[in-house]
């Protein structure tokens, strides 16, 4: 079964992005998972938790945005 | 009309509205074979990840308009609010200062009283470009006006360059930041040799046990070493790359949303890209705050 480049190039970018969104995902879920527990344990401590949430989701966040611009590169240079 | 009722039947209207140009616009009209509504007419969505030359034969993006526009902006804001500077702040200069407070007392949090005054500077001009780059990409007439076949303007974030300029300034200030704060000792991190030539002293005395621990520590230390600068390195990617995803990403959705369902819906999306522009450029001054606090205090191994 022969697969012509175009098509094993969108196969690629499909499977990338899919496969690629699953840990970030998760990743950033537990986080937030963690940032509500210790807002229930302690909301006075509101400031700090939520500074920290935002960077800690912006950490796992951008591997998944290094999987988008392989995605991105895939589709329009190759 | 009771103001519930009023505001149900203004919901139900929009979303009316919203069906109706879904099913009148590019995506009706690819299901039902016929030509789209005229004033609903919206092009497939088209990429140009590299920033296009308006003029054509001058060397200037449309990306490199866009950062004058920022910089002028904030220039004008700034000077606005320092000209007939007032004890009791009013007006321009009160919301000025009000951002300026918010923004030092945030750093003050992360890195202390000593640290904060050094990178204040940088760490809000960073924050204010990326901020004004990232909204100013919203005001309409971004990407829609063109000339000789390309944009006019475009969000300077979309273009690869400004965040790898951003990103190398920020990594090449924490790091010089930590040598001069800590000296050449800031080196040891990267290559400790410590423990490599206290094992080579006891191998050359004769203790066998002591200088082969010595050893196997002094090289673990050399690959944790190695493994740190390689990791600092790479900061210059993820920084650049964090913000350029996220913001190409963002026009590509806004995009790929006008496209398909014309009236109604983009505006939610607006409301996203805001404020996804604003949580980027928190990130990045964040970010650069934090591991430039990280480099500067000596290590408690």
New interface residues.
């Given amino acids: 079964m022969e697969i012509s480049a175009e098509a094993a190039k969108l196969l690629a970018v499909g499977i990338a992005m899919g496969m690629g969104a699953i840990g970030p995902g998760i990743g950033i879920g537990l986080i937030g998972r963690g940032a509500m527990e210790a807002l229930g344990r302690n909301p006075e401590a509101r ?2 938790i939520l ?1 920290n949430m ?2 800690a989701i ?1 950490f796992a ?2 591997v998944a ?2 999987v ?2 392989v995605a ?1 590169l895939l589709i ?2 190759v | 009309m009771t103001r519930n009722r009023l505001v149900a039947v203004m919901a139900l209207l929009t979303l009316a509205v919203a069906i109706a140009s879904f099913i009148g616009g590019s995506v009706g009209a690819l299901i039902a074979g016929r030509s789209p509504v005229a004033l609903l007419a919206v092009g497939a969505p088209h ?1 140009e ?1 590299p920033p296009g030359h308006p003029f054509v034969s001058l060397p200037i993006t449309n990306t490199l308009l866009a950062t004058w526009m920022t910089c002028a902006a904030i220039t004008a804001v700034f000077v606005l609010a320092a000209r007939r500077a007032r004890l009791v702040p009013t007006g321009v200069q009160n919301v000025v200062e009000y951002v300026c407070e918010f923004a030092s007392g ?1 750093i003050e ?2 890195v202390g009283k000593e640290q904060e005054r050094r990178m204040f500077p940088l760490v809000m001009t960073v924050f204010l470009f990326v901020l004004v780059n990232a909204w100013f990409g919203l005001v309409p007439g971004f990407e829609t006006l063109r000339l000789n076949g390309t944009a006019l303007l475009r969000s300077a974030n979309t273009d690869i360059n400004v965040p790898l300029m951003l990103a190398v300034t920020c990594v090449a200030s924490i790091e010089l930041w930590a040598l001069r704060s800590r000296g050449f000792a800031y080196l040891k991190t990267f290559v400790d040799l410590r423990e490599l030539s206290t094992g080579l002293r006891c191998l050359a005395r004769g203790r066998m046990r002591d200088g082969l621990v010595g050893l196997f520590y002094g090289l673990l230390y050399l690959g944790v070493g190695f493994l740190e600068f390689i990791g600092h390195a790479t900061r210059i990617i ?1 920084f650049s ?2 913000l ?3 913001m ?2 963002g026009v590509v959705l806004t995009g790929v949303v006008l496209f398909f369902v014309p009236l109604v819906l983009p505006s939610l999306f607006y409301g996203l890209e805001a404020l996804f522009g604003f ?2 450029a ?2 990045f001054a ?2 650069t705050a ?1 591991f430039a606090y990280a480099a500067v205090s000596s290590p408690q191994h």
């Fill in positions: 400031g700090p500074t935002i960077l912006a966040e951008s945005i290094y988008l611009v991105i329009f240079v | 990429i990840l945030f949090e992360m993820s790359f964090r350029f995803g996220n190409t990403a949580v980027q928190l990130v964040g970010l934090v």
